[in-house]
């Protein structure tokens, strides 16, 4: 209980520490003539992981942990990382694009399309499994698919509007 009680404390304290960084990092992009893209899907991406860390801390705060899902949990964390650093001062939970910015294209970004997405399914999954909490992954796995699946449609249309120069409509 009390590995289960730490581990969910650690992941709310990196999920609010992340909301404080892409606050600021959005502030700046913003600053620098930044245009937001799918702001209306935004509250409802914030509300589906606010349910997922509160679903865990209501059904998991209390249950053995696995150590081996928890080890995947624990490298998905070490891509995170790579993720964030690779993209710098530009990662945020919202989609900003910058004028006149080029894409990143170093370290993951290299590899794959939207490497914090892959990241995000992964966890989204792995976490509660490492609680044995099965039904719990598949439901968030599925709506956050759903939602992903609105994202990455609105990033990859705002992307290839500022590539072109075009003003991408906000979607």
């Known amino acids: ?68 899902w928890l080890m995947g949990y624990i490298l998905l964390e070490a891509l995170r990382v790579w993720v964030l650093m690779s993209i710098g001062r530009r990662w945020t939970t919202r989609i900003i694009v910058v004028p006149g910015e080029s894409l990143v294209r170093r370290g993951p970004y290299r590899l794959i399309p939207h490497p914090n997405y892959a990241v995000v399914v992964g966890e989204i999954a792995v976490l509660p499994l490492a609680f044995g909490l099965v039904g719990f992954a598949v439901v968030f796995s599925l709506l956050n698919a759903a939602m992903l699946w609105l994202r990455i449609r609105t990033e990859n249309h705002a992307l290839a509007g500022a590539a072109t120069g075009a003003a991408a409509p906000q979607t």
Request: hydrophobic letters at 55%; a positive charge.
């Open 1 to 68: 209980m009390i590995l289960s009680i730490a581990i969910l404390t650690l992941v709310t304290a990196q999920r609010l520490g992340e909301l404080v960084v892409a606050r600021r990092n959005t502030r700046r992009l913003l600053a620098q003539g930044g245009v937001e893209r799918g702001a209306q899907h935004y509250p409802l991406m914030v509300a589906l992981h606010a349910a997922w860390l509160g679903g865990l801390w209501l059904l998991a705060w209390n249950r053995p942990a696995n150590l081996w």
